[in-house]
């Protein structure tokens, strides 16, 4: 099963306009930490934001905000105020789990091309 | 810190080469991953090192695939003799270990076989 599922491929925004990616994850373990990663066409991963399962309130890092529904499931990535410069894809991940060996293994998801219009 | 380093940027080499891929990841994290994304198969765990002792080599593809971290400064992934279904961009990452850590990412190798 996938520990980790972005079900869309590919997404389309109006500049400054808001938009949302989903990311939906599964785990049994009661804490674990959820990531959302920009990889824009130079190919390096930039992290963005993070969410803990036991954090109360959605994190949130300038335009970028989690919208953290913990019963569903759902970490869904919120972009405000859309640039030119987000077009990119995004990557949702997920660390959780027994440590092995001592840590915890991030899990990615297959991640969501977002193009922003002028 | 200049963050995770990554060497070459770019390889391209014939089928049946060896090729080697270095990683220096961030001082002070203990823990290091190899990563390949791919458009297929999107982005796969090779292996990961925890305080330079590989723990989960359970995603490395082959026999042909080896990786190695002689200390905690530096790491390398190797391929002998190469294929191309090996092309790919190959990344290198390091965090400290918790869940609550982000794991920083190096450039990444894109690795042409022909």
Redesign the interface.
């Given at each position: 099963a996938q520990k980790i599922t972005q079900t869309q491929p590919g997404m389309f925004v109006q500049e400054k306009e808001a938009v949302t990616l989903d990311c939906t994850y599964d785990t049994s373990d009661p804490s674990y930490g959820l990531f959302w990663y920009k990889q824009p066409s130079s190919g390096e991963m930039i992290f963005l934001i993070y969410q803990g399962s036991y954090d109360q309130q959605n994190a949130t890092e300038g335009r970028y905000s989690l919208n953290f529904q913990k019963a569903r499931k759902s970490a869904n990535l919120v972009i405000s105020a859309s640039q030119l410069g987000d077009s990119a894809m995004y990557f949702c991940a997920m660390r959780e789990g027994l440590a092995s060996g001592g840590s915890y293994i991030p899990t990615f998801g297959r991640g969501t091309s977002l193009i922003v219009h002028p | 810190d200049a963050g995770v380093i990554q060497s070459p940027r770019h390889e391209v080499t014939e089928m049946g080469q060896e090729v080697t891929l270095r990683c220096k990841p961030i001082s002070g994290h203990?823990?290091l991953?190899w990563?390949r994304q791919t458009m297929m198969r999107?982005?796969e765990?090779l292996i990961?090192f925890?305080?330079n002792?590989p723990?989960?080599d359970s995603g490395m593809p082959e026999d042909r695939f080896s990786a190695k971290m002689p200390n905690a400064s530096f790491s390398t992934l190797k391929i002998q003799p190469s294929e191309p279904r090996d092309s790919a961009?190959y990344?290198c990452?390091s965090?400290a270990?918790?869940?609550?850590?982000?794991?920083?990412?190096g450039?990444?190798t894109?690795l042409t076989v022909v």
């Open positions: - | 203990n823990s991953f990563y999107g982005l765990l990961y925890n305080n002792v723990i989960d961009v990344f990452a965090s270990g918790g869940k609550g850590t982000e794991a920083f990412f450039q990444g894109r």
